[in-house]
């Protein structure tokens, strides 16, 4: 299994809305990762997880909020977000620090 | 600070042309170099990795050789087809082996 699954596909949320990101990999990868990518920009580093702990937050407003739970999973928790964090949120694993990435298909977000 | 550079697109081609996509990068030490291909509506792929200097990454048809004279990573195949349509991403991995540092974005259209 060298995939990493998120869920759902494709979100679209109103402003007062909570939702969830779900991503998941059972590569025994110890890092992983949230970028967003807005149209025709490159991905942005958002969070990183190192064996299950928060170690990069990059000045990510509150209303983003990741979680995770166990080795082989991250969420996203999204609460009360704007118009302009409409874009793709993509996953990432990696089997641990210094080494190359996988990303998973991407949550395309719209947020009404 | 650190960074990298593709050259803009979209690059357009037909089938059996040359490619060849420039990456210069800025960065301390001599970090691990990647290509990422994202095809439309689809998050991204590995496509070739270097992790020292005069490497050659290379993948179904793609090469880059890490070079550090010119601290470059230059992504060509020798006969592009339609399917090769799509978003390639020049990316470092900064020294701590924890944080992919993305260039712009390259789009490459190939014409039947």
């Known amino acids: 299994d060298t995939e990493v699954t998120q869920t759902p596909k494709h979100l679209v949320m109103g402003m007062t809305n909570k939702k969830s990101l779900k991503c998941e990999q059972h590569?025994?990868?110890?890092?992983m990762y949230w970028y967003k990518q807005k149209a025709k920009k490159p991905p942005e580093l958002m969070f990183v997880?190192?064996?299950?702990?928060?170690?990069i937050n990059e000045s990510v407003p509150s209303r983003f909020s990741p979680e995770c739970p166990n080795s082989s999973l991250l969420n996203l928790h999204l609460h009360a977000l704007q118009p302009e964090d409409s874009a793709l949120y993509l996953c990432?694993?990696?089997?641990?620090?210094?080494?190359?990435?996988?990303f998973g298909q991407g949550t395309r977000l719209t947020v009404v | 600070g650190d960074s990298v550079t593709q050259m803009e697109g979209p690059v357009t081609l037909s089938e059996e042309a040359f490619l060849t996509i420039n990456c210069t990068y800025t960065?301390?030490?001599?970090?691990?170099l990647f290509w990422y291909v994202q095809y439309p509506g689809e998050g991204l792929q590995l496509l070739l990795k270097?992790?020292?200097?005069?490497d050659k990454g290379s993948n179904k048809g793609f090469e880059a050789t890490y070079r550090k004279e010119t601290t470059s990573f230059h992504l060509e195949k020798g006969s592009v087809q339609v399917s090769d349509s799509a978003v390639y991403f020049c990316?470092?991995?900064?020294?701590?082996?924890?944080?992919?540092?993305f260039g712009g974005g390259t789009r490459l259209m190939v014409k039947p």
């Open positions: 990432a694993s990696s089997p641990a620090w210094g080494t190359e990435a996988f």
């Open positions: 590569m025994g990868h110890r890092a």
């Open positions: 997880y190192s064996y299950e702990k928060l170690s």
């Open positions: 960065a301390t030490g001599y970090p691990s």
């Open positions: 270097a992790t020292k200097a005069d």
């Open positions: 990316a470092y991995l900064n020294n701590a082996g924890n944080m992919l540092t």
